[in-house]
């Protein structure tokens, strides 16, 4: 039985390392693609090309636009008129804009005038840029204006006078958080490649027709898939831990929680996933079947599970169906460990959730099984 | 490891299976003794495959009633799995494994391990003239060996009967040749075969033959038997021209018995269809053809299934 069941998981290892493309490109493949979402949300980004139209042609305002060189963010480039800043932000050759007001140095140093008015507009479809062309623009206003304000009191009298940035985001007016992507990537992409896996390399035996000859050894039809998802999972296991070092070590993503938590419950969820792999797999009869059969679960699991959009802006009727994916629970469980250090108190019921609704997968799981066996 | 004392290798009585309407095994009985190679002979789509599914349980029968080595194919599958080997017509091997590790997994999941598992993989290296090609991935390897190899899987853990499902499709005659070889080898050391095939000269090799059509038993005995019980008559064997046009001129007249064609030759089958041959050369003259020859033959088992099928369909 032992030995039995050391022959079948040394055979799937022999397989996987013996197929030259699928392990790295498993491995490989997310890794890449999370580095990509990483580098492009929380990585800084920089030199904007940005449009500034100067109507003030001031001392005040060429400082403004040194201060932004300075501060890398922007790259300025002067326009002549708003129809241009307008133009070129459609056309996407400015990701954000400047207004300079006339009288911007004027009412800098004059006490009595009203505050001067900056306006900064970005370009909103770009929501990682936007919101850090938003929080840079912002930092960059106060900061120049409390300068230029001590230089100014320090040359005249004591009168002081602020700063005043309107903000204007388009396309997108709720910005979200830049960070919701990596945990998104993170902790969906190793279960979805231990489901994949693991109904692949079942349809695999049932196409080339080794699953019959296997089935009439007596190795039973629960050892061999045994067998399968101890590969699966370790795969998307190992998967998994690369991806949480990657994120942790080379993009400063928060690890607020306990890592040990994490880990034991990643664990836990991705052999919950893995039930939706053996259940496409006691269906699907060839591997390309198997693979289109994933694709399509895995769609609807990210559609309504929060990975893109978050759960709370969908209509209520789709916020009871994302109920049903243990995918929508577990990000709530490993945002909260991630970036808001939550332990099992706080998200007990969704641990909970995701436990009922594995006992239904694996339940139907078996039933399929059974009934594919025999006829 | 031996089955239950004193029981036939397979008996089945009234065996049918049924896919929706359709009947592919009909009330199938036989008995198959142990030792014996058993052919179980019949066109494609006759139940060959289904009957064998049934012997080793991966599909249930509908009605009927089945053993083999003594136990239930229903209820005592896993007993039964033990004591058997299985060799379907896809040589179902692991392709991207190599000669050494498919022999290693198929003895792993029969638990033949250690010294055992060592002695029987030298074994079946040298009989199937596998000997130092043991690394090269099954992949590589061409027909007749990988026959031979799926073969070796199959006889890993010297089963007690040995299923094979037309072990020798699309393989050249010489490599089939050889793997009958093994097969008598198997044979010799006291093992039962159930073989089927629609290789008529690979029948003549078995000990028992059964001819399945359309679901049904049509003939059951050894070789020598079917000739003789289901052969009334003599063949006429008959060179001529166009021998498509042939067949179909006597089979119109309806007077000279079963015709049937063989190759480029034609085959009369008939009592006495010697008497015939004045009317048989006249009849192809008229139709413009040439006969070049014609003799008195020996039935071969191809002439027995093509007259007992047919009669089966009439």
Redesign the interface.
């Known amino acids: 039985m032992l030995?039995?069941m050391?022959?079948?998981i040394?055979?799937e290892f022999?397989?996987l390392f013996?197929?030259r493309l699928l392990a790295p490109f498993i491995l490989l493949g997310p890794l890449a693609e999370l580095l990509m979402v990483a580098w492009s949300t929380s990585q800084g980004i920089d030199h904007l090309p940005t449009a500034v139209l100067d109507m003030d042609r001031t001392g005040a305002s060429r400082g403004l636009v040194v201060a932004m060189e300075n501060a890398e963010t922007f790259e300025p480039y002067q326009v002549k008129s708003m129809d241009q800043v307008t133009d070129d932000i459609d056309r996407g050759r400015a990701l954000a804009a400047w207004v300079i007001p006339a009288g911007f140095q004027a009412q800098m140093t004059s006490a009595t005038a009203e505050p001067p008015q900056l306006q900064l507009i970005v370009d909103g479809a770009d929501v990682a840029a936007a919101q850090t062309a938003a929080e840079a623009g912002e930092g960059l206003a106060a900061s120049y204006g409390h300068a230029f304000l001590v230089q100014a009191t320090n040359a005249a009298s004591g009168e002081t006078a602020s700063l005043d940035l309107s903000l204007r985001v388009w396309f997108n007016e709720e910005l979200k958080e830049s960070n919701f992507m990596i945990p998104s990537e993170l902790g969906f992409i190793a279960a979805a490649i231990s489901a994949m896996v693991a109904s692949m390399v079942i349809a695999r035996e049932r196409e080339?027709?080794?699953l019959?000859?296997?089935?009439?050894?007596?190795?039973s039809a629960s050892q061999l898939v045994i067998g399968k998802s101890v590969m699966a999972v370790s795969l998307g296991y190992t998967l998994f831990l690369l991806m949480l070092g990657m994120v942790v070590w080379l993009f400063d993503v928060p690890m607020r929680g306990s890592l040990p938590l994490l880990m034991v419950l990643a664990f836990f969820y991705i052999l919950v996933e893995l039930g939706w792999g053996l259940m496409i797999s006691a269906v699907a009869r060839t591997q390309m079947q198997a693979l289109l059969t994933c694709f399509l679960v895995v769609m609807i699991m990210v559609i309504f599970s929060g990975y893109a959009f978050p759960v709370d802006t969908m209509p209520p009727f789709m916020q009871s169906i994302a109920n049903i994916f243990p995918l929508k629970h577990w990000l709530i469980i490993f945002r909260g460990i991630l970036l808001k250090g939550a332990g099992v108190d706080v998200f007990w019921r969704e641990l909970l959730s995701i436990l009922v609704l594995g006992l239904f997968i694996y339940t139907g799981t078996i039933l399929l099984m059974r009934r594919s066996r025999?006829? | 490891m031996l089955g239950r004392a004193n029981n036939s290798a397979v008996e089945t009585v009234e065996l049918v299976k049924r896919f929706g309407n359709f009947t592919a095994v009909d009330g199938v009985t036989f008995t198959v003794e142990r030792g014996k190679i058993f052919g179980f002979l019949g066109p494609n789509g006759a139940g060959k495959t289904t009957t064998i599914r049934m012997l080793?349980?991966?599909?249930?029968p509908t009605s009927g009633m089945a053993t083999v080595l003594g136990f239930d194919v229903v209820k005592e599958t896993?007993e039964i799995?033990?004591r058997?080997g299985?060799m379907?017509q896809?040589f179902?091997?692991?392709?991207?494994?190599t000669v050494s590790?498919n022999l290693?997994?198929?003895?792993?999941?029969?638990?033949v391990?250690g010294d055992r598992l060592k002695a029987r993989k030298a074994t079946i290296l040298e009989m199937a003239g596998l000997k130092g090609r043991e690394g090269e991935l099954a992949r590589n390897l061409s027909g007749g060996w990988r026959q031979r190899l799926a073969l070796g899987c199959a006889i890993i853990h010297e089963p007690e009967i040995l299923f094979l499902d037309e072990p020798t499709a699309g393989v050249d005659p010489i490599s089939r040749r050889e793997f009958w070889n093994l097969l008598y080898l198997f044979s010799g050391e006291g093992r039962t075969i159930f073989v089927t095939t629609h290789y008529m000269d690979e029948a003549e090799h078995c000990h028992r033959l059964s001819f399945i059509q359309n679901g049904r038993l049509v003939a059951l005995g050894s070789p020598e038997e079917i000739k003789r019980e289901k052969m009334h008559g003599q063949v006429l064997e008959i060179d001529c021209s166009m021998p498509d046009t042939a067949v179909q001129t006597l089979r119109a007249t309806g007077q000279f018995g079963e015709v049937a064609l063989y190759g480029a030759l034609v085959h009369v089958v008939a009592e006495n269809v010697d008497s015939y041959r004045p009317a048989i050369e006249e009849t192809l003259i008229e139709a413009g053809l040439e006969v070049r020859g014609m003799e008195l033959i020996a039935p071969s088992l191809e002439d027995v299934f093509i007259a007992s099928t047919q009669g089966d369909i009439r």
């Open positions: 030995y039995r050391r022959t079948l040394t055979k022999i397989q013996r197929d080339l027709g080794t019959e000859q296997l089935i009439v050894t007596p190795v025999l006829d | 080793m349980g991966l599909i249930r896993e799995r033990r058997i299985y379907s896809r179902s091997l692991y392709n991207d494994l590790e290693n997994f198929f003895g792993g999941a029969y638990d391990r």
